[in-house]
Each structure stands twice: as structure tokens, then as C-alpha cells.
């Protein structure tokens, strides 16, 4: 039997470039919001799909949209403000979920208060599956296995190839991420346990391409679904180099926001490094997405820091391949084949092997990366 897919958010960028990517594999989603209208204009759009009026903030109207076995997608955010009541609907309805958040906070909330209710009721709840962080996931998985019981330390970085001209590639919920994030903290597994960090404190270089290149000390959910798989690993750290020629520079600029960061000025200031100030509301066109496309690099060392694996997920622009892979994960659970029920990972909710074989199919290749000049 196959449940109903509900996208909340549909109406925004990421909600519509997913809607678009479930249209193209011949599903028929039922598409959520606040705003009739806008509704009625995007379900047109897409040939005319069901739409429900429902408040993502309202834990009855987000419960309203969907029954046990449905899957319940969502891109609306920042998700630490506006994702809980969707996230605790899921997982008492007994509904598949999956969203697009980037903010590991939520991640690590969300399994707190809902993991053990979920797995009683079915529910497979698989949070930040896009870019942000499927192809770290598959990255550091196929690193640390081919690594082997060796590997102590995985280091994996985030890049774009190609060009995101000085922040025009960036949706505006993409910048208004980035300027947020650097007054944040992020969290690292070091030592055997998680632990916060200044974000940006450290900044550490790649082999991304055909030359190096800097990312500074970023968040992801790799710390925290990677480590119960390989339990050899006392470090795993997720790093940042969208903009690898800025990556010293904010480094500098966290230690000195995350002491001023309520002094106006301080708050202008990250603004226009990150280009949040700037932009129109939306995103990327397809012309502009196609000058960009996505990179992601995993470093499994030993104790000594020697490397015992390198890997490279590329594939396409990261709102392009967030899309894809949220619209195959809702489309496989709708379904019925999701592995492990919970809040869980890409890996435990689909298996390594599934995951590598659908992202090849969209485009997402990991392995050894021709360009790179370290053998791997």
C-alpha cells in the first residue's frame, strides 16, 4: 500500500523545487500551507494537485494533514522556530517524515523528544535529507569503511564547483542561514562524545578539485549518525568551504561576533560578509543553479593523523540535488521501504548500498575524484 506524500512549504523555493522534482517521478503530492491563494496558484502549476490549508506552528492542523503510513515533507524554516509541530505530528500519526533543515539543534531535539515514540508507532523520520547532509553521510561511510577499524579521526568538507558568483547562487533562506550560523555554536564528536564548539574556530584544507582549498569549522549531522555506525571513531568534525577565499577571514570574524554579536554594528558586519543583507527573496533560476554544482569530501585518518581514505560525493547544485533526494526518500517511504523506523540517519533509514545506487541514479557519484591530487 502506498501512503499519500503532503509537502509543507510548497509555495517557497525549496518546497517548490521539491514539489517539481515528486511531479517528475509521476507522484501526486498534496501540497500544505498557510496562504489559499498561493496554494491554488502552485497546485495549478504543477496540473492541478490537491492542496490543504493547514499553520506549521499548529500541532492540530499539521496533525490534521496526514494518517499513519503518509509521508509529511517539509522545507519550512528556520525549523528550531517553525519545525516541531510538524516533527511531533509525524511522529504520533505514525507518518513517514522528512525535511530539509540544515540546523543540527533541531536534528538533536527532535530525536530527544520524539525518537522513542516514533519507533512505536512506525514512523520513519529522517531529518536533513538534502545537501545538507547526504552526501557527508555517504561520504564518511564509504571513507570509514574503507579505512577500516584504523580510522580514528573523519573530516569532511562541504564545497561547491564551479562558481556561486559572490553569493548569487544562494537562495535568500541560504544566506539568512549562513549569517546566522557564525553566532552559533556547532557541535563536533571529539573524544568519544559530542561537545559544542565556536563556530569557524578552526579552519582546515582539502583536496577539492584540482587544488586545495580552505573550509572553516561548520556544522552537520554526520556527528551525530556516523560515530553508532563505527564506533572506532574518536573524531568526526564537519567543515565549511562554499567561499574557501573567506574561510580565514571568518574564522577571525567568530571570535570576534561571538563576543559582540548583540552590538549592532556587529551584526551589520556578518550581514555583509555572509550577503544576507543583499539578494531578493527566492532563489536561483535554473540557469543560475547550473553554474554551480555540488562537492563533498571525506578524510578518514589514523591515530596519526595519516590518511587512510579519501572520498568525493559530487553531483549536482546543491538545491537541485536537496530536491532529489528529499523526492526519492519521500517517494520510498510512501512506499513502505523504509528500513528502521525513528528518528534516524540516511543510512539506517535506507542502507548504504540503497543510498549510493539512488544518488548515482540522480547524479550523486562517490568515490575517488579524478581531478584530485592526492592518491586515493
Same mark, same amino acid.
Given at each position: 500500500m502506498t501512503g499519500r506524500i503532503v509537502v509543507l512549504g510548497a509555495t517557497g523555493y525549496a518546497g517548490g523545487l521539491a514539489v517539481e522534482a515528486l511531479v517528475r517521478r509521476g507522484t501526486r503530492p498534496v501540497i500544505?500551507?498557510?496562504? =489559499?491563494?498561493?496554494?491554488?496558484? %502552485?497546485? /495549478?502549476?504543477?496540473?492541478?494537485? @490537491? %492542496?490543504?490549508?493547514?499553520?506549521?506552528? @499548529?500541532f492540530d492542523s499539521v496533525r490534521a494533514l496526514v494518517e499513519p503510513g503518509d509521508v509529511l515533507v517539509t522545507t519550512v524554516g528556520p525549523f528550531e522556530r517553525l519545525g516541531f509541530a510538524a516533527a511531533r505530528a509525524a511522529a504520533e500519526q505514525g507518518a513517514h517524515y522528512v525535511d +530539509?533543515?540544515?540546523?543540527?539543534?533541531?536534528?538533536?531535539?527532535?530525536h530527544e523528544r520524539h525518537d522513542a515514540v516514533a519507533r512505536k508507532t512506525g514512523a520513519v523520520m529522517v531529518p536533513a535529507f538534502g545537501n545538507d547532509y547526504v552526501p557527508g553521510v555517504l561520504a564518511?561511510?564509504?571513507?570509514?569503511? /574503507?579505512? &577500516? @577499524? +584504523?580510522?580514528? +579521526?573523519? @573530516?569532511? &568538507?562541504?564545497?561547491v564547483d564551479g562558481s556561486l558568483r559572490r553569493g548569487r547562487g544562494l537562495s535568500s533562506g541560504t544566506r539568512a542561514t549562513m549569517s546566522d550560523a557564525i553566532t552559533l555554536p556547532v557541535t563536533v564528536w571529539k573524544n568519544g562524545r559530542l561537545e559544542d564548539q565556536r563556530a569557524a574556530s578552526r579552519v582546515l584544507t582539502f583536496d577539492a578539485g584540482?587544488?586545495?582549498?580552505?573550509?572553516?569549522?561548520? %556544522? &552537520?549531522?554526520?556527528? !551525530?549518525?556516523?560515530? =553508532?555506525?563505527?564506533?572506532? !571513531? /574518536?573524531?568526526?568534525?564537519?567543515?565549511? &568551504?562554499?567561499?574557501? /577565499?573567506? +574561510?580565514?577571514?571568518?574564522?577571525?570574524l567568530s571570535a570576534v561576533v561571538n563576543t559582540a554579536v548583540r552590538i549592532e554594528p556587529g551584526r551589520r558586519l556578518v550581514a555583509a560578509v555572509t550577503g544576507r543583507s543583499g539578494g531578493a527573496p527566492g532563489g536561483p533560476d535554473a540557469a543560475e543553479r547550473s553554474r554551480s554544482g555540488a562537492h563533498t569530501v571525506a578524510v578518514a585518518r589514523d591515530r596519526g593523523g595519516a590518511v587512510l581514505a579519501e572520498v568525493h560525493a559530487t553531483g549536482p547544485n546543491v538545491y537541485d540535488l536537496t530536491a532529489e533526494l528529499m523526492a526519492w526518500a519521500a517517494d520510498r517511504l510512501a512506499s513502505g521501504h523504509g528500513e528502521q523506523p525513528g528518528v534516524v540517519g540516511p543510512v539506517e533509514a535506507f542502507g548504504l548500498d540503497t543510498l549510493l545506487a539512488a544518488g548515482a541514479e540522480m547524479g550523486l557519484t562517490v568515490g575517488a575524484d579524478p581531478r584530485s591530487r592526492r592518491p586515493v
Open positions: 500544505a500551507g498557510l496562504r =489559499p491563494q498561493a496554494l491554488a496558484a %502552485t497546485a /495549478e502549476r504543477f496540473g492541478g494537485l @490537491d %492542496t490543504q490549508v493547514a499553520d506549521v506552528t @499548529d +530539509s533543515t540544515g540546523e543540527v539543534g533541531f536534528v538533536r531535539a527532535i564518511g561511510a564509504v571513507a570509514a569503511r /574503507e579505512a &577500516g @577499524d +584504523s580510522a580514528r +579521526s573523519l @573530516d569532511i &568538507g562541504y564545497f584540482a587544488r586545495r582549498k580552505a573550509a572553516m569549522l561548520a %556544522t &552537520g549531522t554526520e556527528v !551525530l549518525f556516523l560515530p =553508532p555506525a563505527f564506533p572506532h !571513531l /574518536e573524531s568526526v568534525e564537519v567543515y565549511n &568551504g562554499w567561499f574557501p /577565499e573567506l +574561510s580565514r577571514a571568518m574564522s577571525l
